[in-house]
Structures are given as structure tokens and as C-alpha cells.
């Protein structure tokens, strides 16, 4: 003999949630599809409001704004998408992210998963790479006549680059312990070899201590 206890409470209506998260897409791929699917039950029709914001990318300039709604009816479990189109370009910029955000979903439902996400951009143009001094610091004898700073390419070499420098007073005077300086370094397309410049140094017959100027 069975007792059969029969259900009385409604049934369950789901949560919306986002498929994936994160989210990615090369810069020069267009546009990314983003998947949102309604799980755990489909009584009643349900919707939910979708939007972008910047994260690192720039809307107008790496993406364009996306804004909507998405709707279930009862019944229905199927995903649902909107596209964010992504605006490719020819600077390099490294890869960059947007924010998407599901928010007032039905009263009768939830969002449920991770809310926000990212969609990130993955960058498709060859790295220029940057330019650093190649120490955290150089030291010369007063004596020395020149010190010579090297600066250096790192990270990639498409492209061509040039940096300015320029010596600047510390504790030490230009004119007096060593020769101002200033001008440009330049790299071509592909060359990634160290430049440098020099440092006059003045020699006089003072104590003065150790001095310092900044470049």
C-alpha cells in the first residue's frame, strides 16, 4: 500500500545566470556573443535587464555599449544572448576587459552564478614594448670623467619608438660637478638593442661628499 503526498506548492519559477564566466574575445574578432540562461525551473515568464561598463576598455573606443532586456516565457529554458561589439584598432594597448552586469530581474525570479562578469579583449596588435633605464640606479667616481646610462627595449619591438631624457639637479650642481644633458633615443621597427648616453662629470678638488643628480 502507498500514501502519495501530492505537491501544493507552485512550481519553481529559475534563476537567470550568466553561462560562462569570464568571458573573452580577440580585439579584432568583432563581436562576442554572451550567453544567459535561466536554470532551476520555468513557471511563469521571466526577464532580466543586461549592461556594459568600462573596465580597463573604453566604451566608443574599445567597445560599443550594450543595453537591453531578455525575456522567458513560461515554459521556456532556453539561452538567450546579446552581443557586445568590440571595435578593433591598430594601437597596442594590452588586454583590456568590460563589465557586464545582469540586474532587476522579475520579482518572481533571481539571478543567481557570478554577477558581474568580465568579457575581456584580447589585444591582436604586436607589442611596441617599453623603454627603462636598465638599473634602479647608477654610480660614478668624480674622477670618472663620464658616467654612461643605458636604457633599454623590453617586451617587444614592433614598431618604431623613440624616448626623450634629461639630467636635472639633486644635490648636485650642472656647471658645477657635472654637464647638463638631454636629447632623444630612438628605436627602428624590430631593433630591441640597448641605447645609452652620457654624463659628463666635473672633477674638482673639494669635499663635497657624495652628490647626486637625476636623470
Known sequence: MVLTIN????????????SA?????????????????????TNHAVS??????????????????????LSWAAGDDTDKTFTVSVLDDTTYEWDEAVTLTLSNVSTNSSISGSNPVALSITEDDPNPG??????????????????????????????AISVQYATSDDTAIA???YTATNGTLSWADGDAT???????IADDYDSEGNEALSL
Open 7 to 18: 505537491e501544493d506548492d507552485p512550481a519553481p519559477v529559475g534563476t537567470v545566470e550568466f
Open 48 to 69: 532580466v535587464e543586461y549592461a556594459t561598463s568600462d573596465a580597463g576598455a573604453t566604451a566608443g573606443v574599445d567597445y560599443t555599449t550594450a543595453t537591453g532586456s
Open 175 to 177: 656647471g658645477s660637478d
Open 194 to 200: 640597448d641605447k645609452t648616453f652620457v654624463v659628463n
Open 21 to 41: 564566466t569570464p568571458y573573452s574575445v580577440d580585439e579584432n574578432g568583432g563581436n562576442a556573443t554572451i550567453t544567459v540562461s535561466r536554470v532551476g525551473g
Open 130 to 159: 617599453t623603454v627603462e633605464f636598465n638599473a634602479a640606479g647608477y654610480s660614478v667616481w668624480e674622477n670618472g670623467t663620464t658616467a654612461v646610462v643605458t636604457v633599454q627595449r623590453v617586451g617587444g619591438s614592433a614598431g
